[in-house]
């Protein structure tokens, strides 16, 4: 399974910036699809999780703030992420599960910054 990740860039405090995520296979075959991020000298943290049936998991930090959506006919994911903080800086990673495997896509980094 490969990913494909978009969407990361500069942003201001208060800001608005959404990230797409594209699966190699049918989203249909796997578990579910969702955000990482890692932020220098941090360990790798959840952001949100979407099933297959699109019940989905928020890290606390985001709740309110971030929504993750998907296209199952584009095997896509999406993060639309608003009142974006400072401590949203961080780069963001994709990642599937099918059954036993957990893949990763490349990250795109996420800066928050005025």
């Known amino acids: 399974v490969q990913l494909q990740a978009f969407g990361g860039g500069l942003v201001q405090p208060g800001g608005s910036l959404r990230l797409s995520c594209t699966a190699s296979v049918s989203s249909s075959s796997l578990t579910y699809m969702g955000w990482y991020r890692q932020a220098p000298g941090e360990q790798r943290e959840l952001v949100a999780t979407i099933t297959t049936v699109g019940n989905t998991k928020y890290a606390d930090s985001v709740k309110g703030r971030f929504t993750i959506s998907a296209d199952n006919a584009k095997n896509t994911i999406y993060l639309q992420m608003n009142s974006l903080k400072p401590e949203d800086t961080a780069v963001y990673y994709c990642?599937?599960?099918?059954?036993?495997?957990?893949?990763w896509g490349q990250g795109t980094q996420v800066t928050v910054s005025s």
């Open positions: 990642n599937a599960r099918r059954l036993f495997s957990l893949f």
